[in-house]
């Protein structure tokens, strides 16, 4: 199964994001990322095997206690290039202190930028700045990745709440 941590995107900003994202990639082409698959990507893991996932349930349980609510800035619109299509995404152009503690409790040797895709498929690269939007980390959810019916599905496997003890 393939697997990764993130925060689920709350309902009333899904079709703010979506205007954005709209407005944003008017001449682009490309596939648009599905509203409800929206989420914030703070690290991906990849495939796992089934009987690991407790593993990184427990890393998630353990370290969300260690962390206070903390917001993201989502600044800029990006891309992530790929073989098959590049990827354009909202993000933050840097990652702030709060992230960086909570990189370092999932070992992030990625340097993984927080991010929301918008668009798949692309030919196209772009990177600029939007109008700065926050989103609230105050819960994070390990998902799976997988398809049903030949469409791209985000489950949440096991969501925890930040509280610092």
Sequence with gaps: MKIFYGVKIKDELIPIIKVMAELELQN???RLANPDNYHLTLKFVGEVKDEDINSYMDLLKVNAKKMNPFSIDLDIIDTFEKRKGNVIWIGSKKR???F????KYFDDKQNVIPHLTILRKSDEIIKKEI??????VDEITLFESKRIDEKLCYLPIYSVKLKKC
Excluded: H, M
């Excluded at 960086?100 to 990189?103: D, F, S």
């Design 100 to 103: 960086e503690k909570l990189a």
């Design 131 to 136: 109008a700065n939007f926050e989103i609230l």
């Design 28 to 30: 682009i082409k490309g």
């Design 96 to 98: 702030s202190k709060e």
